[in-house]
Nanobody, 125 residues
Framework: QVQLVESGGGLVQAGASLRLSCTASGGTFRSYTVGWFRRAPGKEREFVAALRWHGGSTYYSDSVKGRFTISRDTAAITAFLQMDNLKPEDTAVYYC??????????????????WGQGTRVTVSS
């Protein structure tokens, strides 16, 4: 069973950039869709971005489109979330997930079977 570990979170000022990584062990991402979700303080978990490993299609929430970029390495072991022009409202715990999500379900957390423990991102104004 694939296990996921996120890294790269931290405290930054508004306008800065961070790159989150999600590393798989016990398997690869090769047959999965990889998604990033976040949970802000006092809010529900929400979809951020997703990448379908076969074909490389990417999906973004409206709130991060144009600022965040999801990508992968060729070894199918690590996925990345490049976050540029960060805003205070991006403050959250960010979770990596992998599963059999398809185009119609990539934004649904229930479509992902495997989850990491999360990495915290704090953006100060």
């Amino acid at each position: 069973q694939v296990q996921l570990v996120e890294s790269g979170g931290g405290l930054v000022q508004a306008g800065a950039s961070l790159r989150l990584s999600c590393t798989a062990s016990g398997g690869t991402f090769r047959s999965y869709t990889v998604g990033w979700f976040r949970r802000a303080p006092g809010k529900e978990r929400e979809f951020v971005a997703a990448l379908r490993w076969h074909g490389g299609s990417t999906y973004y929430s409206d709130s991060v489109k144009g600022r965040f970029t999801i990508s992968r390495d060729t070894a199918a072991i690590t996925a990345f979330l490049q976050m540029d022009n960060l805003k205070p409202e991006d403050t959250a715990v960010y979770y990596c997930a992998a599963g059999g999500a398809i185009t119609s379900t990539v934004r649904q957390s229930g479509a992902y079977a495997h989850w990491g423990q999360g990495t915290r991102v704090t953006v100060s104004s």
